[in-house]
């Protein structure tokens, strides 16, 4: 079973910038993982996809995160990151790590929250 646990969220104005990251216990690259991303729930909102990576690398954003959001992966490190710049009030949520599992189920962090005053 795959552990999943962010990092980096926290209280940042407007305009300002912040860097997720989650940990994985395996390989990031391993065989029974074929996709990561990051979702995110506000306040009274749905669980939502954010930006998403597979396994070779392709990478799909929500219309709100392009151009402002950057996800990678640092395979050394067995970490997925989420660059967030521009940051709106909007933005303002719990954000999930998650592992889509080759057999067709998930696996989800803990979540860390990002609050972003105006």
């Known amino acids: 079973q795959v552990q999943l646990v962010e990092s980096g969220g926290g209280l940042v104005q407007a305009g300002g910038s912040l860097r997720l990251s989650c940990a994985t216990s395996?390989?990031?690259?391993?065989?029974?993982?074929?996709?990561m991303g990051w979702y995110r729930q506000g306040p009274g909102k749905q669980r939502e996809l954010v930006a998403s990576?597979?396994?070779?690398?392709?990478?799909t954003y929500a219309d709100s995160a392009k151009g402002r959001f950057t996800i990678s992966r640092d395979n050394a490190k067995n970490t997925l990151n989420l660059q967030m710049t521009s940051l709106k009030p909007e933005d303002t949520a719990v954000y999930y790590c998650n592992a889509k599992l080759v057999t067709s189920s998930d696996a989800w962090g803990q979540g860390t929250l990002v609050t972003v005053s105006s």
């Open positions: 990576i597979t396994r070779g690398g392709s990478t």
């Open positions: 395996g390989n990031i690259l391993s065989v029974s993982i074929y996709a």
